[in-house]
């Protein structure tokens, strides 16, 4: 019988083989290698464990440039004679043109918009990364766009003011965006189909037209300046600009009011007649680093009042030629990071569809404790935003201090692809794809990994604990509807039947929850939260009350939907509740629901397995199968869950109910497992992370709703036989294990060898 530490360095190593180096946070262990037998399907679903996909915008096609990109938005670096400086995704927006500014509730502080012309895909403007390397004889500049359909859809100004004094060289640049660039001496524009560089010296203006390479697939500009005619020494200071360009004028197209076919729109009456700029770079201290606010919210204040240079910075062309290396880049802290995604969904934004971001770049949130180090694996805990809210949500809250720093976690808030992805198709996929990047940057501890999240990502919480149970260890949701949009049952959620995580509570037994709800809500009513915790029998409901599983229900009565966030999501009870619980790979009782209706195969998401239960078919045309299979080869039964009741203040005051499981009680062991199907067809069982010894006689007492097929993996020998009562069935054994029937009804099945006895 296999030892638990056997079993956990079996799935261990399953998880190492699957990616070498990092695969979902496992670090990689001496001497381990993939298991002698197939150990069932990885926790989660494959984008979790897959390799780094082809990025183009994050390549280095030109060989003058080198160092790999910083992927740490608002930051630089200098490397090895190398500068780079990276942006915000999503940040070209231009001036605040309403004087609203930015907020919780918007993707954005600007208000321009983009032509209708779709090859603008509403993002044409939106600068990602600039770098400069300096050569003997020339100094080449490089522009990463977000999205390049077509390369003269955008231009970009790199204005110089050499001797840092603001009030020698021009304001007016040759191609005016609309804006003054106070003490430039020097500028480099750029257009995809054209480049040059101007010397403005004495009210003269001095044009040198410039190499221009146009890098549609990789969305990158690459000019090449000789220094015979701009030699860059010393500190100059840079601003830069991006905005789009004008074939009629060879300038920059300015905003109206409306957008057109091809000229954007957005003017307002804080500012009637914005400038042409949709993004600016070198902006290191956007607020979204400390609030709940988009990444555009200083810069659309420097556009508004026409003041691009606000953002102007120093490089260091000494340093450079020197090859000095460093980096603004902070080992801990806040970061909004960026990764290459697995899709392909286009290019661009279109903030009235689902998935709203399609780019292959794509944000997320990151919070890094003060006492994480390398070579210590720490926890991570998803905190999910909710809906019409973005990855920045919980930058100026409680969240990352309770769930983070107070309990050593790293905290990632994902994008989702956009604001109202509910966590389904692509959104769900944007979450394991943050993940994957993280873990493939970090050193995790796969067994202390949790969920949280307010409202739609409460949801998102339920939903992905639910249907990959054994990827978590505690989980915590604020004012979460257990279905997509309101559920007031027995009606089924406003998104569909198919979204209610209530009929996949059963995944619950081995991951403890803490669900907060608030009695006044107008956007999630009461009744929905109370009927997935305390449940409504009366109605057919069973909640985590009826299932008797490891729960608190936490209700805030005098508080709305919104009152709980107005608190800054201030929960210390929720701090010490997800502690340092760790995942329980290989449960001695596994009851595991499949829903065909909540995957999506075209992405790889298919919530068929969990733990050492996996391939689950629902028989017929049911729309759920239930497998609840325990294994007695521990010693150990399901431990008793008490009631528990409690009350407090966390700045409001709450009541608590639920349950709280007791010790395991022992028992004999037995190599043996009891198995319950409800409209399965089939199932996979791994018996060796079920403790069971495949060289023994096994006896499954089996309950069927229906005929079955059970696989039972493991090296079984060619002479193995399974007898049902007593009375032998047809079997097939193979490298994988041993298939065989489950008729309907109740059966003692036993596996043996020929000759051998129970």
């Known amino acids: 019988m296999a030892s638990s530490a056997r079993r956990r360095a079996t799935v261990l190593a399953t998880l190492v083989a699957f990616v070498p180096g990092l695969a979902a946070g496992v670090p990689a262990h001496a001497g381990e290698g993939p298991p002698a037998e197939p150990d069932g399907p990885l926790p989660g679903p494959?984008?979790?464990?897959?390799?780094?996909?082809?990025?183009?915008?994050?390549?280095?096609?030109?060989?003058?440039?080198?160092?790999?990109?910083?992927?740490?938005?608002?930051?630089?670096?200098?490397?090895?004679?190398?500068?780079?400086?990276?942006?915000?995704?999503?940040?070209?927006?231009?001036?605040?043109?309403?004087?609203?500014?930015?907020?919780?509730?918007?993707?954005?502080?600007?208000?321009?918009?983009?032509?209708?012309?779709?090859?603008?895909?509403?993002?044409?403007?939106?600068?990602?990364?600039?770098?400069?390397?300096?050569?003997?004889?020339?100094?080449?500049?490089?522009f990463t766009l977000n999205t390049l359909l077509r390369a003269d859809t955008t231009i970009v100004t790199l204005a110089f003011d050499t001797d840092r004094d603001a009030a020698t060289g021009a304001a007016t640049l040759p191609r005016d965006p609309g804006a003054p660039f106070p003490g430039t001496d020097e500028v480099i524009t750029v257009w995809g189909s054209g480049a040059e560089h101007s010397r403005l010296t004495a009210g003269r203006v001095t044009t040198t037209p410039l190499e221009i390479g146009a890098d549609l697939e990789a969305n990158?500009?690459?000019?090449?300046?000789?220094?015979?005619?701009?030699?860059?020494?010393?500190?100059?200071?840079?601003?830069?600009?991006?905005?789009?360009?004008?074939?009629?004028?060879?300038?920059?197209?300015?905003?109206?009011?409306?957008?057109?076919?091809?000229?954007?729109?957005?003017?307002?009456?804080?500012?009637?007649?914005?400038?042409?700029?949709?993004?600016?770079?070198?902006?290191?201290?956007?607020?979204?680093?400390?609030?709940?606010?988009?990444?555009?919210?200083?810069?659309?204040?420097?556009?508004?009042?026409?003041?691009?240079?606000?953002?102007?910075?120093?490089?260091?062309?000494?340093?450079?030629?020197?090859?000095?290396?460093?980096?603004?880049?902070?080992?801990?802290?806040?970061?909004?990071?960026?990764?290459?995604?697995?899709?392909?969904?286009?290019?661009?934004?279109d903030l009235d569809s689902?998935?709203?971001?399609?780019?292959?770049?794509?944000?997320?949130?990151?919070?890094?404790?003060?006492?994480?180090?390398?070579?210590?694996?720490?926890?991570?805990?998803?905190?999910?935003?909710?809906?019409?809210?973005?990855?920045?949500?919980?930058?100026?809250?409680?969240?990352?201090?309770?769930?983070?720093?107070?309990?050593?976690?790293?905290?990632?808030?994902p994008m989702a692809r956009g604001d109202n992805g509910w966590y389904q198709n692509e959104a769900e996929y944007d979450v394991f794809e943050a993940w994957n990047d993280v873990a493939a940057r970090f050193n995790l501890d796969p067994d202390r990994t949790y969920s949280s999240g307010y409202s739609m990502g409460g949801y998102g919480t339920y939903r992905l604990v639910g249907l990959y149970p054994d990827l978590f260890a505690r989980a915590f949701t604020v004012v979460g509807p257990p279905g997509d949009g309101i559920w007031v049952p027995p009606a089924a959620p406003t998104g569909g039947a198919h979204t209610l995580t209530n009929r996949w509570l059963e995944n619950m037994r081995n991951v403890a929850l803490l669900n907060v709800a608030a009695v006044e809500d107008e956007l999630v009513p009461y009744v929905g939260p109370r009927a997935q915790n305390l449940g409504a029998p009366e109605i057919g409901i069973r909640g985590l009350e009826q299932l008797e599983y490891d729960y608190r229900f936490v209700t805030f009565p005098a508080a709305d939907h919104f009152a709980l966030a107005a608190l800054g999501y201030d929960f210390p009870f929720a701090r010490d509740f997800l502690g340092s619980a760790e995942v329980d790979r290989d449960p001695v009782h596994v009851s595991f629901a499949y829903v065909p209706e909540s995957d999506d195969?075209?992405?790889?998401?298919?919530?068929?397995?969990?733990?050492?239960?996996?391939?689950?078919?629902?028989?017929?045309?049911?729309?759920?199968?239930?497998?609840?299979?325990?294994?007695?080869?521990?010693?150990?039964?399901?431990?008793?869950?008490?009631?528990?009741?409690?009350?407090?203040?966390?700045?409001?005051?709450?009541?608590?109910?639920?349950?709280?499981?007791?010790?395991?009680?022992?028992?004999?062991?037995?190599?043996?497992?009891?198995?319950?199907?409800?409209?399965?067809?089939?199932?996979?069982?791994?018996?060796?992370?079920?403790?069971?010894?495949?060289?023994?006689?096994?006896?499954?007492?089996?309950?069927?709703?229906?005929?079955?097929?059970?696989?039972?993996?493991?090296?079984?020998?060619?002479?193995?036989?399974?007898?049902?009562?007593?009375?032998?069935?047809?079997?097939?054994?193979?490298?994988?294990?041993?298939?065989?029937?489950?008729?309907?009804?109740?059966?003692?099945?036993?596996?043996?060898?020929?000759?051998?006895?129970?």
């Open 46 to 142: 494959p984008v979790l464990y897959a390799p780094p996909p082809h990025a183009p915008q994050l390549e280095n096609r030109d060989r003058r440039f080198r160092a790999d990109p910083l992927l740490v938005s608002g930051e630089e670096a200098y490397v090895d004679g190398e500068y780079l400086y990276q942006d915000f995704l999503y940040d070209d927006y231009g001036s605040d043109t309403d004087g609203v500014g930015g907020s919780s509730q918007r993707a954005r502080a600007g208000e321009i918009t983009y032509p209708a012309d779709p090859e603008y895909g509403g993002n044409a403007a939106d600068l990602v990364e600039f770098r400069a390397a300096p050569g003997d004889e020339e100094v080449t500049y490089r």
């Open 220 to 349: 990158q500009l690459t000019v090449t300046v000789p220094r015979s005619v701009s030699d860059p020494a010393g500190v100059w200071r840079a601003s830069l600009a991006t905005g789009l360009f004008d074939p009629g004028t060879g300038g920059w197209k300015r905003p109206g009011v409306t957008a057109t076919e091809d000229t954007p729109g957005g003017a307002g009456p804080i500012d009637p007649a914005p400038n042409g700029i949709f993004n600016l770079g070198f902006r290191f201290d956007e607020p979204v680093l400390l609030n709940n606010v988009s990444p555009d919210t200083g810069q659309s204040a420097a556009l508004r009042d026409d003041e691009p240079t606000r953002y102007a910075r120093d490089i260091d062309f000494d340093a450079l030629s020197a090859g000095l290396n460093r980096s603004t880049v902070a080992v801990t802290g806040r970061q909004i990071r960026m990764f290459p995604s697995r899709l392909n969904l286009g290019e661009g934004r």
């Open 354 to 413: 689902v998935p709203q971001y399609r780019g292959q770049l794509q944000p997320y949130s990151l919070y890094i404790p003060s006492t994480y180090r390398q070579d210590s694996p720490a926890g991570l805990t998803l905190s999910l935003h909710s809906l019409g809210q973005h990855y920045w949500q919980y930058q100026s809250g409680r969240v990352f201090e309770q769930q983070g720093e107070q309990r050593g976690n790293l905290v990632l808030s």
């Open 601 to 758: 195969p075209a992405l790889g998401l298919v919530h068929d397995h969990a733990y050492w239960v996996s391939g689950v078919r629902v028989a017929g045309r049911a729309a759920k199968g239930l497998v609840d299979v325990r294994s007695r080869a521990h010693g150990v039964g399901d431990p008793e869950s008490a009631p528990v009741t409690g009350s407090g203040v966390a700045q409001l005051p709450y009541t608590m109910l639920g349950r709280e499981y007791g010790t395991a009680p022992r028992e004999d062991a037995e190599n043996a497992l009891e198995l319950s199907l409800t409209d399965v067809s089939s199932v996979r069982l791994q018996a060796a992370r079920a403790g069971l010894d495949v060289r023994a006689p096994i006896r499954i007492l089996a309950t069927s709703s229906t005929d079955s097929e059970v696989l039972l993996a493991g090296s079984f020998p060619r002479s193995t036989r399974v007898t049902r009562d007593g009375r032998t069935v047809p079997s097939t054994v193979t490298g994988e294990g041993v298939r065989f029937p489950v008729s309907e009804g109740q059966g003692e099945y036993l596996i043996s060898r020929t000759g051998q006895h129970s």
